[in-house]
């Protein structure tokens, strides 16, 4: 079964610090990896996705991330935080591109002035 | 193009009363699921479909019930409403490779 771990449920950045949100997953196949944020009151919003092309994926809003195969990982940074930043951000991961994805717990980012 | 919609947006029921959480989507996806979302636990998914006439249970599926007679469509029912199903419900599609489309959800408070 897949499941995805992110460290930390909250992290506090300053305004203009790096931000680094943590995802770890577990996959008996070559995954499809997530991220999304969602902001108050709202649905979720794609941030970017890996699909098996390049490892480095950019995504909107500045946020990037690197999928590591050999760390199963998938961590989200973005070099400067903005206060816009300030919101909910999720891991998912999928087995395939028509199966359910798998979602963690969610890590609620901080931007302090 | 509307993407995902919910409906209703906001509603409370009564122990024991039965409701159907509505969900449309407009993108031809076949693949569409439920999800709660509560606090500290990311979102869990209740039920989905791979197509027409085709559903699956998902990692909470207790007391929901789902069908799909069309793409378009796919109604989440609660069947007799429990506190512990006060949550906010988000509905989702996916066309082959892609990411889930979400609506905007439907805040539930069962008392």
């Known amino acids: 079964a897949q499941s995805v771990t992110q460290l930390g449920s909250h992290v506090s950045v300053s305004e203009g610090a790096l931000v680094l949100l943590r995802c770890n997953y577990s996959s008996s196949v070559p995954p499809y990896l997530f991220w999304y944020v969602q902001y108050p009151n709202q649905g979720l919003q794609l941030l970017l996705k890996y699909t098996s092309a390049a490892t480095l994926v950019k995504g909107i809003n500045g946020f990037e991330a690197e999928f590591k195969k050999s760390e199963t990982s998938f961590h989200l940074t973005k070099p400067s935080a903005h206060m816009s930043d300030a919101a909910e951000y999720f891991c998912a991961v999928s087995r395939s591109g028509n199966t359910p994805l798998v979602f963690g717990k969610g890590t609620r980012l901080s931007v302090i002035a | 193009n509307a993407g995902v919609t919910q409906t209703p947006k906001f509603q409370v029921l009564k122990t024991g009363q039965s409701m159907t959480l509505q969900c449309a989507q407009d993108m031809n996806h076949e693949y569409m699921s439920w999800y709660r979302q509560d606090p500290g636990m990311g979102l869990r998914l209740i039920h989905y479909?791979?197509?027409?006439?085709?559903?699956d249970q998902g990692e909470v599926p207790n007391g929901y019930n789902v069908s799909r007679s069309t793409t378009e469509d796919f109604p989440l029912r609660l069947l007799s409403a429990a506190p512990s199903q006060t949550s906010v419900y988000f509905c989702?599609?996916?066309?082959?490779?892609?990411?889930?489309?979400f609506g905007q959800g439907t805040r539930l408070t069962v008392v």
């Open positions: 479909s791979v197509g027409a006439g085709i559903t």
């Open positions: 989702a599609s996916r066309g082959p490779g892609q990411e889930a489309f």
